[in-house]
């Protein structure tokens, strides 16, 4: 309907909180498959006993969480 590209989230790929720069979170394996939304664990680069779960649509919301390359 909107023809909107959807971004692949990969293992590996690195993100950074939209209001917080200097942190990075890399998504280490697929989380939950017990809802419909994809749901990945990230942890925090250089922390790794930091764990987060996120869906997919939060990853990907920029007024969110950015891909950095």
Request: charged share 30%; glycine share 4%.
Given at each position: ?69
């Amino acid at each position: 309907m909107f023809n909107k590209r959807q971004q692949k989230i990969e293992i590996g790929d690195r993100f950074v909180k939209a209001d917080d720069l200097k942190t990075v979170w890399v998504v280490s394996r697929l989380g939950s498959s017990v809802v419909d939304i994809p749901h990945f664990q990230v942890f925090r680069e250089g922390y790794a006993s930091r764990i987060r779960t996120l869906s997919e649509n939060v990853l990907l919301d920029s007024n969110y969480y950015v891909k950095v390359e």
